[in-house]
């Protein structure tokens, strides 16, 4: 059953949980590694994006200062390959709207990380918790009258093949009309491009179809902002706030606040992550030394 939209706290990242290994329940873990590439002669940030399989939206937002489809070559482009994990339940499949990201739990040592294609506003990506529901292998689209009345040369049908955007793999949204699928467009991933699905690479689509059953629960969360540790430092993530659901600047502020840290971040720091929105963890202050309780 799939859960209304009606906290808001979560939505913004404020939710508490236990970090093993953290000094501050509600921190998130930070994962990954900083890494780059180096434009060759002829590639885009398009290219880039896809031979590291990132989305090209955040790949961009990440250089703003690199011209995104004639970098000169030998630029070093940074690539968002570290995060902090979604306040979710670490199970199944966790997916977070505003970072266009994919986490797959059910691997072994997981999670395994993916980049999407979401909803945009006009046709936004629904919220709220599901069980994955039914699998199918080269999918016909049946394209719904609401898009052929935007693009009427449409057909009703369009069989599987490389004219398909649905790919060659869909997986259900609980029991929603919407999917998790392939695409014939690989440009569209880390773009608001579709009309409320998901969209993956076409051989990351495939790999999570194969182990991916049906019943895997399946969260979607809308959080631009996320709070993580590594145990001693603090650090903010900021994504676009895609869907303009994020009215409160100061509920950004909630969790630190609630924790006790306020005093230990850089709030100025914060307010410039959040305008900047790069996507990428910042250290913004240090966890405080723990206190020692009082022997007998």
Same mark, same amino acid.
């Not at 209304?4 to 921190?27: D, E, F, H, M, S």
């Not at 051989?203 to 959080?223: A, K, S």
């Not at 030394?289 to 022997?295: C, D, I, L």
């Given at each position: 059953?799939?859960?209304?939209?009606?906290?808001?706290?979560?939505?913004?990242?404020?939710?508490?949980?236990?970090?093993? !290994?953290?000094?501050?329940?509600?921190?998130?873990?930070?994962?990954?590694?900083?890494?780059?590439?180096?434009?060759?002669?002829?590639?885009?940030?398009?290219?880039?994006?896809?031979? +590291?399989?990132?989305?090209?939206?955040?790949?961009?937002?990440?250089?703003?200062?690199?011209?995104?489809?004639?970098?000169? %070559?030998?630029?070093?482009?940074?690539?968002?390959?570290?995060?902090?994990?979604?306040?979710?339940?670490?199970? !199944?499949?966790?997916?977070?709207?505003?970072?266009?990201?994919?986490?797959?739990?059910?691997?072994?040592?997981?999670?395994?990380?993916?980049?999407?294609?979401?909803?945009?506003?006009?046709?936004?990506?629904?919220?709220?918790?599901? +069980?994955?529901?039914?699998? +199918? $292998?080269?999918?016909?689209?049946?394209?719904?009258?609401?898009?052929?009345?935007? $693009?009427?040369?449409?057909?009703?049908?369009?069989?599987?093949? %490389?004219?398909?955007?649905? !790919?060659?793999?869909?997986?259900?949204?609980?029991?929603?009309?919407?999917?998790?699928?392939?695409?014939?467009?690989?440009?569209?991933?880390?773009?608001?491009?579709?009309?409320?699905?998901?969209?993956?690479?076409?051989?990351?689509? +495939?790999?999570?179809?194969?182990?991916?059953?049906?019943?895997?629960?399946?969260?979607?969360?809308?959080? %631009?902002? $996320?709070?993580?540790?590594?145990?001693?430092?603090?650090?903010?993530?900021?994504? %676009?706030?895609?869907?303009?659901?994020?009215?409160?600047?100061?509920?950004?502020?909630?969790?630190?606040?609630?924790?006790?840290?306020?005093?230990?971040?850089?709030?100025?720091?914060?307010?410039?992550?959040?305008?900047?929105?790069?996507?990428?963890?910042?250290?913004?202050?240090?966890?405080?030394?723990?206190?020692?309780?009082?022997?007998?």
């Amino acid at each position: 059953m799939m859960r209304p939209i009606v906290a808001l706290g979560l939505a913004l990242g404020l939710a508490a949980g236990t970090l093993a !290994g953290a000094r501050a329940p509600g921190l998130r873990p930070v994962l990954g590694r900083n890494d780059s590439a180096l434009i060759e002669r002829g590639e885009t940030l398009l290219d880039i994006a896809y031979q +590291r399989r990132l989305g090209y939206g955040a790949v961009a937002r990440l250089n703003p200062e690199i011209d995104p489809w004639i970098p000169v %070559p030998g630029t070093v482009v940074r690539l968002p390959t570290r995060f902090i994990l979604p306040h979710a339940d670490e199970e !199944g499949l966790v997916v977070n709207i505003p970072e266009m990201r994919l986490f797959d739990f059910t691997v072994k040592g997981g999670p395994e990380v993916f980049s999407l294609a979401i909803g945009d506003q006009a046709d936004p990506s629904i919220l709220g918790e599901f +069980r994955v529901g039914k699998k +199918r $292998k080269d999918p016909t689209w049946h394209v719904p009258e609401s898009i052929r009345a935007e $693009k009427p040369e449409l057909p009703a049908e369009v069989p599987p093949g %490389p004219d398909n955007p649905l !790919g060659s793999r869909w997986i259900t949204i609980g029991r929603t009309s919407y999917g998790i699928h392939g695409t014939n467009v690989r440009w569209s991933i880390g773009r608001e491009a579709t009309h409320g699905c998901l969209r993956l690479y076409e051989d990351e689509i +495939r790999r999570l179809y194969d182990r991916v059953r049906e019943g895997t629960r399946l969260e979607i969360v809308y959080q %631009p902002t $996320k709070w993580g540790s590594d145990g001693q430092r603090i650090y903010f993530e900021a994504h %676009p706030d895609l869907y303009r659901l994020q009215s409160d600047r100061l509920a950004v502020l909630e969790l630190p606040r609630a924790l006790g840290l306020l005093g230990a971040i850089d709030v100025d720091l914060v307010w410039r992550t959040l305008d900047e929105a790069r996507g990428i963890p910042v250290v913004v202050g240090t966890l405080p030394p723990p206190t020692s309780s009082p022997t007998s």
